[in-house]
């Protein structure tokens, strides 16, 4: 199943992944220097450890300290080894052993890192998620040059796979240098203005060159303006960068259509991407996180007749370029650079060309919120609801490019039912499942996969059921039925296989959804997981459990009774292809009445099973045993008849 989502949570792209190659350290720019080696072991941080001796501080290269490296309590695919470097560093490269003298080595992993340790992003290359190939032995270092570097003060190791004969082991190290980083902020009511020295404007050649981690998907970054509305300007449009640039030069063609360059995507996600704007004679190169757009004007000369000033994080003076006069930048600009002059040096020293408006400040605040990438379709976020409160109440933002896929799911306390809140042609839908009830059904949005943030507020309590996506509402009435929120709300793709793999990670019985083929194109279904020494999936029908059979005149078949499964046959034969073994018991139960067969030992009554095939026997007994299952294990109430029915007597 496709995977969205946040609660606070927001959900970023899966990417297809590329093959590394290694290399040996060492880096032209002379920014190898090995940066984790000499850190102490509070640096080092971890999800769990086997012991005291395997904790993350003996997970440096080539050491042997305690059990000679980090290995966690359990190995799978949700542990991580953390590095802490104590400031932003500029971090070229990556090196990685297996524990010291043992069988424990990762052979593959995934690179994460974070400005705070709260927001992590996924290093990755040409918008390429990285596997790195990890060892193949204990000792051997396998070192991987980082192209293009990234700046980061922690560091997350990803073990994907590992030794089959051992463990999860890891010793590391980081290459780098140290990072210089002016940074201002902008609170999204601010703005710098920065006065040109004319005498230096005589060139043809601008250049400018920024960082920025937005906070909000929509702002002006820069701006500049001259006669007769020629202009620059960089914006945030819908997490887009938008490069315009307009003239009525003489020197241009008067059929000069204004340029709009467009790069990038998600560029809200609360990370720096980097920027570089050259205007060069009548060339336009614009280039956003490694990636360039190039633009030729025609004619002679490209410069424009620009005034003296230019302006970051909005356009300060009411009035001018009024139709790009938009919502002023809300996040920060780092190491900030206008044909060679460090901007944010000139405003920290309070320089006479610069003028600051409104609240600007020199550093980056961490946001307040945390968004959550989901980076496959198996991982989601577990988080506390409020147990045995009569409502249920949830409150967060997703964004995704995929038109399907979970969101959330939550049982209800005291197994009494179960909710989940799925993305289906870009719409969000609600169903929500009690026992004894029909299932109800909400559906709000539309067009929610356009890769934007949307707001999502959910609330269920006695007389009602309400969903609001963005501005649109759905209420859905419900019966008088309490509804007891459970204790754990699952965002993101939690869609186990089998009720064993529920099992093991130690639920207890009780509602679950299952996808039985995975990732195919089949629908998880809701079926009761019985936790006994095996894990049992039982899928409910929504028959009664017993249903009266009365007589039909001779030769007129009558149908007693049909059975509408929680799961379609696809679903079933998947779950079915998945089971040790499988059983399905269908009872037939008379007193006062003979086994119903003719004389000859035809019978009359029957069932037919999913492939349409008919079947004479009933619960216990056996194909064509003519004979029931006391008659089969020689316990009948009267020894002389192969049935109690044939008996004539009131039990069963």
């Known amino acids: 199943m496709a995977s969205v989502a946040w609660a606070v949570f927001r959900v970023l792209l899966l990417l297809p992944t590329q093959t590394w190659s290694p290399v040996g350290a060492g880096n032209p720019r002379d920014c190898d220097a090995p940066l984790a080696s000499a850190l102490p072991r509070s640096s080092f941080s971890s999800s769990s450890e086997l012991s005291s001796s395997h904790g993350p501080g003996f997970s440096r290269l080539n050491r042997r300290d305690g059990a000679g490296g980090w290995t966690p309590l359990v190995s799978d695919k949700y542990q991580w080894l953390q590095i802490d470097l104590g400031e932003r560093m500029e971090v070229t490269a990556v090196a990685t052993q297996g524990g010291y003298g043992s069988s424990d080595w990762v ?26 190939p990890g060892n193949t032995n204990a000792d051997s270092v396998v070192h991987y040059r980082l192209q293009p570097p990234f700046e980061a003060r922690f560091l997350r190791f990803l073990p994907l796979a590992w030794n089959p004969r051992g463990r999860i082991g890891m010793r590391i190290e980081v290459y780098g240098c140290a990072y210089k980083s002016e940074v201002v902020y902008f609170d999204g009511q601010s703005a710098l203005l920065y006065k040109l020295d004319k005498n230096s404007l005589k060139s043809i050649r601008d250049i400018i060159s920024l960082k920025f981690k937005a906070m909000q998907s929509n702002g002006i970054l820069l701006h500049r303006e001259g006669q007769h509305g020629n202009h620059i300007t960089l914006e945030l449009i819908k997490g887009k960068l938008v490069f315009f640039l307009n003239s009525d030069n003489a020197k241009l063609p008067s059929t000069t259509a204004p340029v709009t360059l467009t790069l990038g995507s998600l560029l809200d996600d609360q990370h720096w991407h980097s920027v570089l704007i050259e205007l060069l004679d009548t060339q336009v190169n614009f280039t956003v996180d490694q990636h360039t757009q190039h633009f030729q004007a025609k004619g002679e000369s490209s410069y424009l007749d620009l005034h003296f000033e230019i302006s970051f994080g909005g356009i300060p003076t009411p009035g001018r370029a009024r139709e790009f006069t938009r919502k002023s930048f809300h996040g920060c600009l780092e190491n900030l ?18 003028l600051m408006m409104g609240n600007v400040s020199f550093s980056c605040p961490q946001p307040q919120t945390v968004p959550v990438t989901f980076l496959s379709s198996r991982s989601y976020l577990a988080l506390p609801g409020n147990s045995g409160e009569d409502k249920v109440s949830v409150t967060f933002q997703f964004r995704t490019w995929n038109r399907a896929g979970h969101l959330l799911f939550s049982k209800l306390r005291r197994d009494s039912g179960s909710f989940v809140l799925f993305l289906k042609d870009g719409k969000l839908k609600l169903s929500l499942f009690q ?21 999502v507020s959910l609330s269920a309590k006695w007389s009602h059921v309400s969903m609001v996506v963005d501005d649109d509402t759905a209420v859905q009435p419900l019966v008088a039925v309490l509804i007891d929120s459970g204790d754990t709300y699952y965002f993101g793709a939690l869609y186990e296989r089998s009720c064993e793999a529920h099992k093991h990670r130690g639920n207890p019985s009780g509602l679950y959804y299952i996808d039985a083929d995975g990732s195919g194109p089949l629908a998880p279904f809701l079926v009761y997981c019985n936790m006994t020494d095996a894990a049992w999936t039982v899928v409910r029908h929504g028959g009664p459990d017993a249903v009266t059979v009365r007589g039909a005149p001779s030769g007129r078949p009558r149908s007693a009774a049909s059975f509408a499964y929680a799961a379609g046959a696809g679903q079933l034969r998947a779950a079915v292809g998945l089971a040790e073994r499988c059983e399905q018991r269908l009872a037939l139960r008379c007193g006062t009445a003979r086994r119903p067969d003719l004389r000859d030992g035809t019978p009359l009554s029957w069932w037919v099973g999913r492939t349409n095939e008919t079947h004479t026997y009933w619960g216990g007994s056996l194909p064509d045993a003519q004979k029931c299952t006391c008659g089969l294990e020689g316990n009948c109430t009267d020894s002389q008849y192969y049935c109690n029915c044939d008996a004539g007597r009131n039990e069963w």
Not at 107 to 132: A, C, H, P, V
Not at 337 to 354: F, M, R, S, T, W
């Open 337 to 354: 650079y206008y044909n060679g002059v460090d901007v944010i040096e000139l405003a920290k020293k309070h320089k006479p060309q610069i």
């Open 107 to 132: 052979t593959s992993y995934l690179l994460m890192f974070s400005d705070g340790g709260r927001n992590w992003k996924q290093y990755r290359r040409e918008e390429s998620i990285w596997g790195f």
């Open 435 to 455: 026992l004894g009830q029909s299932p109800r059904n909400v559906t709000a949005g539309a067009g929610l996969n356009d890769g934007q943030w949307h707001s």
